[in-house]
């Protein structure tokens, strides 16, 4: 019995060390193939930049480097390891060779700022750019601040921490002039 599983073994080392195709996907796969409970780690220099996960995955029929994702949850980290935000949507999609994952289907990001303080980011579309430190939307898009103001958008830019929000047509609701004494 050892002699078949130290056999075992070596067929698997050796089956591990075999070069893996690099090219397109052959003719026969179809987009019928899924991988269910899909979990990527998103990582820069060794360092972890974002956990993506799918409950279900499917590769483009012609395209391996783009990965179709349902029910999406996307948790950011920053270089510190902390956790500055989380995302979820219905769909998504992962490109390895952009690193560009986009989410659609009402997205939510729920985010923390260095002091703590929660912004949810709502729409139907959302673009995360590991390699670009960059998120952004071309839709309409509402900021909710912890503080009761709301920003809403027809698209926006920003980094990944949030503290570089750029929006495009932008109007703010619930904005309190020299509250406490400080402006806006």
């Excluded at 260095?114 to 590991?130: A, M, P, S």
């Excluded at 809403?152 to 830019?157: A, D, I, L, R």
């Excluded at 495009?168 to 406490?180: E, R």
Aim: charged share 25%; with cysteine; aromatic share 6%.
């Amino acid at each position: 019995m050892r002699n078949v599983l130290w056999i075992l073994a070596l067929a698997v080392v050796a089956a591990c060390e075999q070069p893996q195709p690099s090219g397109p996907v052959a003719n026969d796969a179809d987009s019928s193939q899924r991988t269910y409970g899909m979990n990527l780690k998103l990582s820069e220099g060794g360092v972890l930049k974002a956990d993506l996960y799918g409950d279900t995955a499917f590769q483009r029929p012609g395209n391996a480097n783009v990965t179709e994702l349902r029910n999406v949850r996307l948790t950011f980290y920053d270089a510190q390891g902390k956790k500055p935000g989380t995302l979820t949507s219905k769909t998504g999609e992962y490109d390895v060779t952009t690193g560009v994952m986009v989410a659609r289907g009402s997205v939510v990001l729920i985010t923390h700022n260095d002091r703590g303080e929660k912004r949810t980011i709502r729409g139907e579309e959302l673009h995360y750019d590991q390699r670009g430190d960059r998120v952004w939307s071309e839709r309409e898009t509402l900021v909710q601040e912890a503080d009761g103001r709301t920003l809403v958008t027809q698209g926006f830019t920003s980094d990944t921490r949030f503290t570089n929000i750029q929006g495009k047509n932008s109007k703010t609701t619930g904005v309190q002039v020299n509250q406490a004494g400080g402006g806006l």
